[in-house]
């Protein structure tokens, strides 16, 4: 039997913006015996959530970091081994957009991050008043210079109730690989 090939996944974003919600309904979406917590019983991230799914024969660990501003500082101790990044932000939180974006900018241009395939998540979808996911890449992605040479995708979702999750995996999957 071949050898699953593991890659570790980091899952980044200001607190509140959805990355364990995120993370519990892809294991939920991609785990046969799925047995985490209740979706809306999730509150913020303060340490580390982990979770692992296979895909055929790619294995993904994720590692869900804390993203209040004195957590941001631990990121990049993670940055050397990770094979892919996700970026959560929330749509319905403008007023954070700024803040999000500083933390999004400090994290892209960072060097070991350079080659590594990231997927940015419009997230929040759901709500009413939530940003449209063409607005929120205009304010991330300034230009197509921004991001380098990595592959990059940018997809609206709702990890509350689903939408878009699938998808979005499915193409990190093929970018890692
Ligand atoms: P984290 O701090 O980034 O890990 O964020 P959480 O996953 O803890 O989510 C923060 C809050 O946003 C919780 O109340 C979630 O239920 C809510 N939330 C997360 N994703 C969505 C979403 O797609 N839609 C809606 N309406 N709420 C969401």
């Known amino acids: ?49 982990i979770g692992q799914i296979d895909i055929g024969h790619v294995r993904l660990n994720f590692w869900d ?28 939180d403008t007023d954070r957009f700024d803040e999000s974006k500083e933390a999004f900018d400090k994290m892209v241009t960072n060097k070991t991050l350079e080659t590594v395939p990231l997927l940015t998540l419009a997230n929040k979808q759901d709500l009413e008043g939530s940003m449209r996911v063409e607005n929120v890449q205009k304010i991330f992605i300034s230009n197509a210079q921004h991001l380098g040479e990595r592959e990059h995708k940018m997809n609206g979702v709702s990890a509350l109730k689903g939408d878009g999750v699938d998808e979005g995996i499915l193409w990190l999957v093929e970018a890692i690989k």
Do not use: C, P
């Open 1 to 49: 039997i071949r050898q699953k090939d593991e890659y570790n996944v980091l899952i980044l974003g200001l607190d509140n913006a959805g990355k364990t919600t995120y993370l519990e309904q892809t294991k939920m979406k991609f785990t046969s015996n799925y047995q985490g917590m209740s979706l809306n019983k999730i509150t913020t991230t303060v340490g580390l959530n």
């Open 65 to 92: 970091l804390g993203g209040q501003e004195e957590l941001q500082s631990l990121w990049d101790k993670y940055y050397a081994e990770s094979h892919a990044v996700i970026y959560v932000i929330d749509s319905s």
